[in-house]
């Protein structure tokens, strides 16, 4: 049987960035139930769309690198808030075009001083030139999770 110690488990890559995750994401639920009524998957359809101007379901998918599923619940559930409205893509009308109502505006303006905020404190220890790294670093782990032939 392979030797799976607690200590060679922390030097895989995947163990440590999924902690990573777990934690930013419950630091973000923790930030988003003390000042909103939504959930962090109705956040970053938010932000992006924010993001965008206006966007679709497709694009928030595959540039949120969210599963399709809850994007369509998040959506559903920010148009029964008020937060969104959705109205039919002229050019193709299988998709609906995505944008945040006057209510989703200000909770948009209430909830992103507060993240880039974390985002600071996440950062705080890092040196500009660190941080600069991170990202590349990021951008660069990014592309070699796409590849499949290794």
Do not use: C
């Not at 895989?12 to 973000?28: K, V």
């Amino acid at each position: 049987m392979p030797d799976i110690s607690p200590i060679k488990l922390r030097a895989f890559l995947t163990f440590r960035l999924t902690r990573l995750q777990a934690q930013i994401n419950s630091q973000a639920q923790h930030i988003l139930r003390a000042h909103s009524d939504i959930g962090q998957t109705e956040w970053r359809v938010i932000f992006m769309v924010a993001d965008l101007g206006e966007g679709t379901m497709a694009q928030v998918v595959r540039d949120g690198k969210i599963d399709k599923a809850q994007v369509s619940r998040a959506v559903k559930s920010l148009i029964k808030s008020g937060y969104l409205e959705s109205r039919v893509d002229p050019a193709d009308h299988r998709q609906s075009i995505l944008t945040l109502t006057g209510k989703g505006h200000k909770i948009y303006l209430r909830i992103l001083p507060l993240m880039q905020e974390r985002q600071r404190h996440l950062l705080a220890d890092l040196g500009d030139e660190e941080v600069d790294m991170l990202f590349q670093v990021l951008d660069r782990l990014e592309a070699a999770a796409q590849r499949r032939d290794f």
